[in-house]
């Protein structure tokens, strides 16, 4: 293990948190103009997360790794606190 994976891992994501933070708002904004707008959203946001799912997993070149390898869990705690903190910030 290296410092520059733990970095690397984190970095990643950290920028996979804000794009998925940003598609979760993005998902909210379209679907405040439709009738039933919470089933919608939900909906919308379930299958948008989902396939945000398969794509951070293609494209996170630490796949090989345990998911309890330390740089896995370094980046999903990076991944988690981003995301937790943008969520709780932004909804304030």
Known sequence: MKNKDFLLS?????FLAYL???????????VKLKDNALLFGIVLASIGTLLFAEVIRRVNP????KITHPIKVAGFISFAFI?????YWISF
């Not at 998925?20 to 379209?30: R, S």
């Not at 630490?62 to 790794?65: G, L, M, R, T, V």
């Open 10 to 14: 984190i970095v990643l994501n950290v």
């Open 20 to 30: 998925w933070i940003f598609l979760i708002y993005l998902i909210f904004d379209f």
């Open 62 to 65: 630490f796949i090989k790794y």
């Open 83 to 87: 995301a937790v903190v943008n969520l």
